[in-house]
């Protein structure tokens, strides 16, 4: 990451905006928190204030582990007969690239002087990411879950217990992401002075999504300089799953300007397109291919909501792609063009977490399942020479694989055999 951010990018506006999207749609109270943050996020790490950037880079190679391989997979370019590279986020410390976002924010928030930290979380990979920062620096943390996703993920939820967290269940809802956010923002509100909120992804009102996207851009510039060393030349294709947005932007962020460098967002197909508005569900994640414009947790952006502006409840079989909004940023880049927005179906996740497992000895996160799914289906279309993010490991989901495996027939799935002892 350079020492200043360059801020010259054509879609970046003022006041926080990505052409249309964006802004601070935010109650009145929250105004000078934000207005710190901001302060704070271009003294820090735009202008390296104090060498926070330096501190920030030496704790992520020392604590964190950077840089992550970008391993060329040997079986899958023979599977698809073209290059296919994985960039290895999954083996970064805490088994996910959150801990890019969670560290910086943690940080900053010790540069700001912030006493506590506060987070939501729905796989729980977000949560562990801000648990394992701020036990590393002495900072105190509570983290909202909503219970449905504690109930699915309950290997994280140790994971930030053990790491000293406060963790408290969401019942509200469908007790998901959505819900964990809305709590996590009431809590903020009464408590600003003192706290800082470690939003996960890049979602929020300004400067949230841009600060998320500049701490997790560090994973395209370290696949620009791999890829080029590797293959001596940029991707045709670049394909990172997408929920919120934080590991798609992170990955995308350094090819924005090659136009020679096609970028796919994978989303959550879940099990149909369609969204029973009767029932204020969606039977998916999919934002960005069927949403709609709206404000949610303080940014204007694409939503999945019925035709009354009602919010609906998503569904993904990943908890951390099921979430009803997406970034701002990400929502302009599909408008104009540079993004192109896709989506399986929960089966075919399914099978590209087993594909994986088997072929390369890699088990993904379920989040990434997606993108590997994607890549099955459309490799065609994707150019000679591919890179897929795999954003995350999938210890958390066996459990959820194991439950999912058994209701259906899939093609990539091992055999279960049951041990009485």
Request: hydrophobic share 35%; with cysteine; proline share 4%.
């Amino acid at each position: 990451m350079s020492t200043e951010r360059e801020r010259d990018d054509e879609y970046e506006s003022g006041g926080g905006t990505f052409g249309d999207y964006g802004g601070q749609y935010v109650p009145e109270a929250l105004m000078p928190a934000l207005q710190e943050l901001e302060d704070a996020y271009e003294r820090y790490v735009l202008e390296n204030e104090d060498g926070f950037m330096d501190e920030f880079r030496d704790r992520m190679r020392d604590f964190g582990g950077r840089p992550t391989p970008l391993q060329r997979a040997d079986r899958l370019s023979e599977r698809y007969d073209r290059e296919v590279y994985l960039k290895r986020e999954d083996l970064l410390h805490g088994g996910a690239h959150k801990l890019n976002n969670a560290l910086g924010q943690v940080l900053l928030a010790k540069y700001m002087g912030k006493e506590r930290i506060i987070a939501e979380t729905g796989a729980g990979q977000h949560g562990t990411a801000t648990a394992m920062a701020a036990a590393h620096l002495d900072m105190p943390c509570e983290i909202y879950m909503g219970r449905t996703d504690v109930n699915r993920q309950r290997p994280n939820v140790y994971r930030m217990r053990m790491n000293g967290a406060e963790v408290n269940p969401v019942e509200a809802g469908s007790a998901t992401l959505k819900e964990a956010i809305n709590e996590t923002m009431r809590d903020w509100a009464t408590t600003v002075e003192r706290t800082h909120y470690v939003i996960g992804s890049v979602v929020g009102p300004h400067p949230f999504p841009r600060m998320v996207r500049d701490f997790q851009a560090v994973i395209g510039e370290e696949i620009r300089d791999q890829i080029r060393e590797k293959a001596g030349r940029l991707p045709d294709s670049v394909v990172a799953c997408a929920g919120g947005g934080s590991n798609t932007m992170g990955t995308f962020h350094a090819f924005v300007p090659d136009e020679g460098v096609d970028l796919y967002a994978v989303e959550a197909g879940g099990s149909s397109l369609e969204i029973d508005e009767e029932n204020g569900m969606a039977p998916n994640s999919a934002t960005l291919s069927t949403g709609t414009d709206g404000v949610l947790h303080g940014a204007m952006t694409k939503l999945l909501q019925a035709g009354d502006g009602q919010i609906v409840e998503s569904h993904s079989v990943s908890a951390g792609l099921d979430y009803a909004g997406v970034g701002p940023e990400l929502s302009h880049l599909v408008d104009i063009g540079r993004v192109t927005p896709t989506n399986v179906d929960d089966d075919d996740a399914l099978n590209g977490f087993h594909r994986l497992s088997r072929l390369e000895g890699i088990i993904p996160a379920l989040e990434s399942s997606h993108a590997l799914g994607y890549l099955e289906e459309e490799h065609d279309e994707l150019g000679d020479l591919v890179v897929v993010n795999v954003s995350g490991r999938g210890d958390k989901d066996l459990e959820t694989v194991l439950e999912e495996t058994e209701k259906r027939d899939l093609e990539a799935a091992p055999e279960i055999e049951v041990f009485d002892g």
